[in-house]
């Protein structure tokens, strides 16, 4: 039997947000290279979970406030996305996301993308809710 103690470290919440995918031909421009609005898709969905982990409430996108595209990213290279809370009002938090990403023969890593998305907590009545601040233990 497996001892779930041994997996403590796997087992708890993690800080920071990583979520991998492979690009495939679906989501190219007319250039050939990862389409903008895929991009972005992407960096959200990391960005609502690291604010869902942070708040353990139901969130929703209310703000991007930057997202830049710094590199190109290229069919069958992996992208991480990587999301982390940065900052908390007393109901909405801002989410740091990076994209990278990584030719999978080769290992080689580039910063692509980057972005500061605002998250608000609502409740069952849709109106804002309270969150724990940055650093704050729940």
Known sequence: MTDPASYSEVLAAPAI?????IVLPEQLNHRGTLFGGVALS???RAAFVAA???SRQTVVTVGVEQVDYVAPVHIGEIVEVVAEVIATGRTSMTIDVTMVAEVLLTGERRLCGTGHFVFVAIGPDDRPIEIPQVGASG
């Open 42 to 44: 992407m960096m959200d």
């Open 17 to 21: 947000t990583r979520m991998t995918d």
């Open 52 to 54: 869902t982990r942070h």
